[in-house]
């Protein structure tokens, strides 16, 4: 049996794909199928083929490539995400304010995020702002205190919520302050 895969596993070869793509070495339909493989790879077996594919034989791409520490934003690597993804990115935020709090981010993660990190990682950014948001408005009525604070937690998560979906659409990275990171 072989070694299974974690996101970060994923992650890394989707962005070496990026980066393949940005450089021109193969068009929008091949980026679109070893993206589409990449996010739904199970394990290694599944990875090395794309990796192969991209740098040669395995001993090749593993000495010449370095994994990298951070990855900037899509636009800072001059990969623009497409409409459709700032579309699902802003739903993704935007979803809470008609009562789908907890729901709404979780639709897009389960949906657009398996084939999309730009999805995946602003969906996974709101799910855990508003789990914090609810945990926090089940928590605080047991004080004093955090009975005045309820109302200003809920106006300040709706902004935060519209500022998140307009961050989204304009292809910035966003980090609600103050949030549990609960969900990986």
Do not use: C
């Not at 070893?34 to 001993?59: F, K």
């Not at 490539?65 to 990115?89: H, K, N, T, Y």
């Not at 084939?115 to 089940?138: D, Q, W």
């Amino acid at each position: 049996m072989e070694l299974r895969v974690t996101n970060q596993d994923r992650e890394h070869v989707v962005e070496h794909v990026k980066a393949a793509y940005a450089e021109g070495r193969f068009d929008k339909f091949e980026f679109d199928e070893r993206l589409e493989r990449a996010m739904t790879a199970r394990t290694h077996g599944d990875l090395m083929p794309i990796m192969t594919e991209l740098y040669g034989p395995q001993r090749r791409w593993q000495e010449a490539v370095p994994r990298p520490v951070s990855v900037p934003p899509a636009s800072a690597r001059g990969i623009p995400a497409d409409s459709g993804e700032r579309l699902g990115g802003a739903a993704a935020h935007l979803l809470a304010l008609p009562g789908l709090v907890i729901i709404g981010p979780l639709i897009m993660l389960l949906t657009g995020g398996k084939t999309s990190p730009y999805i995946r990682r602003h969906a996974m950014e709101a799910l855990n702002f508003h789990l914090t948001v609810v945990g926090a408005t089940i928590l605080l009525p047991f004080t004093i205190i955090g009975v005045v604070l309820i109302p200003v937690i809920w106006v300040a998560a709706f902004v935060l919520t519209i500022v998140g979906g307009v961050s989204a659409l304009a292809e910035n990275d966003f980090r609600y302050p103050l949030t549990l990171r609960l969900v990986k």
